[in-house]
């Protein structure tokens, strides 16, 4: 659909210029992007090889609730 409609737009002698261009900004914008992931990448590592490990506590299980009289058995009523 949006080919037919370029296709009217620009006209079929202009087509393949603009196929071409189109196709050359997406692979400079793939790679531009995959240049900018790969240096967050590097950076988060580097940001996490540089601190220090700390050893916590292990962590203790909630206290049970304090109860004053049993639960009632509902499924006898």
Known sequence: MILAIA????GPEQMPVVLRALAKIIRELRAATN???RELT???EEDESSKPKVNMPPRRPPNPPNVSEP?????QQ
Do not use: G, K, R, W
């Not at 296709?7 to 620009?10: D, E, G, K, N, T």
């Not at 639960?71 to 499924?75: L, V």
């Open 7 to 10: 296709l009217v737009v620009i």
């Open 35 to 37: 240049e900018a992931m």
């Open 42 to 44: 590097e950076a988060l």
């Open 71 to 75: 639960p009632s058995d509902q499924s």
